[in-house]
DNA sequence: CAGTGGTCTAGACCACGTC
DNA sequence: ACGTGGTCTAGACCACTGC
């Protein structure tokens, strides 16, 4: 009846004991320290600390060696936001875009400190509706420094996403973003068509292109459009990737 | 001048284009066939497979093979659902938790059908607050044949995901959720002191355990309290792929 | 310079699904 | 019986950071 678990998870299970009861607070031993001591190959030992890495557990640093995460990521779950048009697609459902506002000015202050940035920008304000339904409202400043001949793009039928990679060349490497819940505001019944205090999701996101910010949105999107997800903690089978493209 | 990108890399690439241009359109080469048609060790060609798989854009299925999933995952960013006392460790305040209901019984018929289950049930009705603010609803169904005695816990100072962790040894293995927005309905106005229609996240959780469903939930949270996430759209420990050129 | 992680090889055994 | 993916071995070379 003995059980043969996999040497890898048993090492994986080593380390985070280790962190747990403080007996590596910074470095964790190297992949050669790891095979020695339980007597594996290299690649196994490599293994677990992949794994590790992969989980966000652990950060590895290539001539130096591998340490702890101090904010480690105890994810008891997620949502995933995906690109609109692909949302639509799963949802079998029409995507229309109205493009509401496409100008270029002075921010407001507000943005230009999110922006780290003093100079202009432009201004996106559009609406997306799933089969006739108002659905999305986004507010969106971007640098007009990197990327202001995108006025002049077709914005309602492509992602801003899209233009900014392709023909900008400014692959977002980050994104940082918040999300509540808020009564819709005045401002917006109009277009929604629902009455102030309608519960809505509403999100601000800072997307990074090689650490510059460049896009500060704004979303506001009706609350009875499900966020789903399904997942499993284990990782290096399947599932799940933050990845874009 | 010649360039050495890496050899998984190309097979990644290689792959890619095949289902771009509908050369798979379900089945992908096994790794014995795409060593030999590249010429390395098995264990190259697996990684290519194994990260695509990792991105979501392959699955595969041992004993069968490697297929293209219909339904990519075009991520566009996530957000991270912590347990919440890692939560109020990061945000530093006070948690207390308040149990307001534990027993036994039968489950109303919705969550038999979510459960997959006739038997009886423990429902758990809890309250938690952050520095003194009632934060959090939760309402949660266990299957009572798995761990009954949950009721003798002190489930004011665990979280139940450590309970069937610890002491009932029910790993959960995958998490089903969907979260909405939506106004607090009148049944929760005193316990929140908030006029009902005050926006709130409203989660509903399946959890398995070895893909039986052991445990439904339905959180009631506070829309003000912010999900924050940051994170970086590049996974595995290798930098931004040459893209094409 | 020795140590680290990143890539790669050419074998091996296993559990599983298909025929 | 055969092919598949999952795990594992015992070597190898490289690029990089530290001293």
New interface residues.
Partial sequence: MAEKPHKYLKIIEYIKKGIDYKGFTDSIPSENQLAEKFGVSRMTARRAL?EL??EGTVD?IPGKGTFVRKHR???????????FR?WAE?LNAELRTEVLKAEIGQPPHDVALKLDYQGETILLEMLNYLDGIPVRHSKRYLRADYCAGILWEDLANQSV?EILMGKYKL?????????????LPAALTDLFQEAA?????FFQ?IAFSEKIPINYVEYTMR???????????????????????
Avoid: N, W
């Fill in positions: 992949v890495a992969l590895r990521h105890y994810t008891s779950g997620f949502f995933t936001v995906r690109p692909k799963e996403h692959p977002l490497t980050r994104i940082s973003q918040t999300m509540t819940a808020v009564g205090g309608y519960p809505v999701f996101r609350g009875d459009m499900a966020f789903e997800d399904t997942f499993s903690p284990r990782l290096y089978p399947q599932d799940i990737a933050p990845v874009d493209q």
